[in-house]
């Protein structure tokens, strides 16, 4: 079955970084779109990032532009986000899910998302 499993969550101060990695199985890597995807307690699953695993075409939301980075390995079946100058605002669990996607883009709405993994925390916090 479709696997999805996150790691690399952690507390980091203002302006630190860390590093996720979202492992899949289950499924034929080439063709899906991964998503990254946060939520802080209180507050709705907002998307954050995605990559098209078969074009490598990235989208981001404005508030992460410039500071995460989405990157796939189409031998791993892993996708990593790079997150760089994290802010507190940057809090929540981080989640990655799975879309089978035949377009050049990847959707970045978590409505279209169908496998999720079951996320990992990040605090940025002094």
């Known amino acids: 079955q479709v696997q999805l499993v996150e790691s690399g969550g952690g507390l980091v101060q203002p302006g630190g970084f860390l590093r996720l990695s979202c492992a899949a199985s289950?499924?034929?890597?080439?063709?899906?779109?991964i998503g990254w995807f946060r939520q802080d307690p209180g507050r709705e699953r907002e998307e954050v990032t995605c990559?098209?695993?078969?074009?490598?075409?990235?989208r981001y939301i404005d508030s992460v532009m410039g500071r995460f980075t989405i990157s796939r390995d189409n031998v791993k079946n892993t996708v990593d986000l790079q997150l760089n100058r994290l802010q507190p605002e940057d809090t929540g669990v981080y989640y990655c899910?799975?879309?089978?996607?035949?377009?050049?883009?990847?959707?970045?709405?978590?409505?279209?998302?169908?496998?999720w993994g079951q996320g990992t925390q990040v605090t940025v916090s002094s």
């Open positions: 899910a799975a879309v089978k996607s035949t377009e050049f883009l990847c959707p970045l709405v978590r409505n279209e998302y169908h496998y």
């Open positions: 289950g499924f034929t890597w080439a063709g899906y779109s």
């Open positions: 990559i098209n695993t078969r074009t490598g075409a990235t």
